[in-house]
């Protein structure tokens, strides 16, 4: 079955519920964890930015480790041990996926927020992203 699992999170409410599920799931499986999260690179819109590039980028780089380290305080609490990584990306999808990659996953879990219609065309889907694009096998958490 599968033995190394890739856990994606946004700090959303949905995603630290597919965090729990993906970690019972490692659990029942015996699989490794690799838990992700993406740093989305900051492109400021004007040159009349308030806050630098590079204060922004700091702080949601600070947002992610928030993010990671719950996954980890989540992970201790139900014994298991688990891998973090990030990565600055445009696209969170191709983070995701790369990732998988490097660690040697064979299962990306992830939630989606089940947008449908005019919304998911205006903002997207990184779910349907890596879905398309993935060549690993993805477990959608909803």
């Known amino acids: 079955m599968f033995t190394h699992l890739l856990i994606a999170i946004d700090g959303s409410?949905?995603?630290?519920?597919?965090?729990?599920?993906?970690?019972?799931?490692?659990?029942?499986l015996k699989a490794q964890v690799t838990v992700y999260t993406c740093v989305v690179q900051y492109l400021p819109?004007?040159?009349?930015?308030?806050?630098?590039?590079?204060?922004?980028?700091?702080?949601?780089?600070?947002?992610?480790?928030?993010?990671?380290?719950?996954?980890?305080?989540?992970?201790?609490?139900?014994?298991?041990?688990?891998?973090?990584?990030?990565?600055?990306?445009?696209?969170?999808?191709?983070?995701?996926?790369?990732?998988?990659?490097?660690?040697?996953c064979d299962l990306i879990m992830m939630s989606s927020h089940g947008r449908r219609g005019l919304t998911s065309l205006i903002l997207g889907s990184e779910t349907q992203k890596v879905l398309t694009h993935s060549s690993i096998p993805v477990l959608v958490y909803r």
């Open 45 to 104: 819109m004007t040159e009349f930015a308030v806050e630098t590039p590079q204060i922004v980028m700091e702080e949601l780089d600070a947002l992610a480790e928030r993010h990671l380290e719950t996954a980890r305080v989540a992970a201790q609490n139900m014994g298991m041990t688990i891998h973090t990584r990030k990565s600055v990306e445009f696209s969170p999808y191709t983070g995701i996926i790369d990732c998988a990659k490097q660690q040697g």
């Open 13 to 28: 409410e949905l995603s630290h519920k597919a965090l729990n599920g993906g970690l019972s799931l490692a659990q029942a």
